[in-house]
């Protein structure tokens, strides 16, 4: 059994930056893909950004290219996503996500694939 753990939100002007933890316990040696979902309100989960465990590789949609980027320490079981340029339509929950399946950063998480899911950290961009 896995555990996810996400921590970083909260409020940032407009133009600032959050940097969200995402700590997985338990049986970690399980996990391939690992990655990050948000959801605002009245809107669908949406995919924000995966890397895989086994050869580093990340993936984006068009919508935080070059804005939001994933990392992971592997040593500490955790997984960051930086975010940059912080605008105020990326308010939303955002929620780690783990997959226990092969996964290479080839493309997006499947979110009907999603074997463990955080809390959820609500993140909020003022204007």
């Known amino acids: 059994q896995v555990q996810l753990v996400e921590s970083g939100g909260g409020l940032v002007q407009a133009g600032g930056s959050l940097r969200l933890s995402c700590a997985a316990s338990?049986?970690?040696?399980?996990?391939?893909?690992m990655g990050w979902f948000r959801q605002a309100p009245g809107k669908e989960r949406e995919f924000v950004a995966a890397?895989?465990?086994?050869?580093?590789?990340?993936y984006y949609p068009d919508s935080v290219k070059g804005r939001f980027t994933i990392s992971k320490d592997n040593a500490k079981n955790t997984v960051f996503l930086q975010m940059n340029s912080l605008k105020p339509e990326v308010t939303a929950v955002y929620y780690c996500?783990?997959?226990?399946?092969?996964?290479?950063?080839?493309?997006?998480?499947?979110?009907?694939?999603?074997?463990?899911w955080g809390q959820g950290t609500l993140v909020t961009v003022s204007s």
């Open positions: 890397i895989s465990r086994s050869n580093g590789k990340t």
């Open positions: 338990g049986r970690t040696l399980s996990l391939h893909g």
């Open positions: 996500a783990a997959d226990r399946r092969p996964y290479y950063g080839l493309g997006p998480l499947d979110y009907s694939g999603i074997t463990y």
